[in-house]
Nanobody
Framework: VQLQASGGGLVQTGGSLELSCAASGQTFTSWNMGWFRQAPGKEREFVAAINWSGSPTLYTDTVKGRFTIARDSAKKMVYMRMNSLKPEDTAVYYC?????????????????????WGQGTQVTVSS
């Protein structure tokens, strides 16, 4: 499994970015795809996840209503639209893949649940 994340950049507070993750090397029918982020000096944290089927989706509380995760199964792409960005959203964002369907709640999802990772893309939100 190979994951290639892109789309990060520098944006002002209140701005928007869309991250993309190209997935290959597997038929992802029963998988779920996640986005995580890691700020300097902090642990990697869960942001959002989606089943390859398209539902359900899960979000950490701090991004609900601002971020939207989606996938295009034909293109094997996963996206995360980030609106109303805040300085505290500044981090390296990683896409990840797990060989099981999404279950449970966002609070129970952690980086150790995912075996496959992309290289990360930097998102910087200036105040």
């Amino acid at each position: 499994v190979q994951l290639q994340a892109s789309g990060g950049g520098l944006v002002q507070t209140g701005g928007s970015l869309e991250l993309s993750c190209a997935a290959s090397g597997q038929t992802f029918t029963s998988w779920n795809m996640g986005w995580f982020r890691q700020a300097p000096g902090k642990e990697r944290e869960f942001v959002a996840a989606i089943n390859w089927s398209g539902s359900p989706t899960l979000y950490t509380d701090t991004v609900k209503g601002r971020f939207t995760i989606a996938r295009d199964s034909a293109k094997k792409m996963v996206y995360m639209r980030m609106n109303s960005l805040k300085p505290e959203d500044t981090a390296v964002y990683y896409c990840a893949a797990r060989n099981r369907r999404l279950v449970g709640t966002a609070s129970r999802i952690g980086p150790t649940d995912y075996a496959y990772w992309g290289q990360g893309t930097q998102v910087t939100v200036s105040s």
